[in-house]
């Protein structure tokens, strides 16, 4: 029988697997990676051809296949909610940090076409943007950009989000 605490992180990851399923079609597979990255670049009003674009689409293809090599059991470049479900749990539980090396590339991309100032840092008001174009709520998309922003000064590091990434993917509640 599985311990309250695993049925918990279960429930937890499963419901993460809408965040990367972009269409909604029960499963996740490259098209939603590109479909995410369209997403961000259309927010921020930047070019796929362009060397932040490209580097964007690049991190979304190695988000994928890290995320099929981790959980995709049957080898068909879909991963169901089951599969999501067990990789996470078997591969990653105790392994924040290579969900964080598989999530790197992308995030760093991400976190420079949201980087509107070219500062080295995101505003808090573009996390929000960034989110929002990855299909998070408004409202807590407004939520986890201010907690984002550990020092209050308005802006986020690149290292706190990517922590953050991995924590909200990996951690129990």
């Known amino acids: 029988m599985d311990s309250p605490e695993s049925v918990v ?5 499963a ?3 809408a965040s990367f399923d972009q269409d909604g079609n029960g499963w996740i597979d490259r098209e939603d990676f590109s479909t995410a990255a369209a997403h961000l670049l259309a927010e921020f009003g930047i070019t796929a051809r362009c060397d932040k674009g490209q580097a964007l689409y690049g991190g979304a293809e190695a988000l994928w296949q890290g995320l099929a090599g ?4 049957d080898g068909d470049q879909r991963v169901t909610r089951q ?13 924040t940090s290579g969900f964080t ?9 991400a976190f420079a076409v949201a980087d509107t ?11 929000e943007r960034a989110l929002r174009a990855f299909g998070v709520s408004p409202k807590v998309a407004g939520e986890v950009a201010v907690a984002l922003d550990g020092d209050g000064d308005g802006r986020v590091t690149e290292p706190d989000a ?5 924590a909200y993917f ?3 509640p």
């Open 83 to 95: 599969e999501f479900v067990g990789g996470t749990l078997k591969r990653l539980r105790d392994r």
């Open 15 to 17: 419901a993460r697997f």
């Open 117 to 127: 100032a070219g500062v080295g840092t995101v505003s808090v008001a573009d996390a």
């Open 70 to 73: 981790i959980a995709d059991v």
């Open 101 to 109: 090396e598989i999530a790197r590339p992308f995030l760093h991309a």
């Open 162 to 166: 990517v922590a953050a990434f991995a």
């Open 170 to 172: 990996t951690t129990l």
């Open 9 to 13: 992180y279960e429930r937890r990851v």
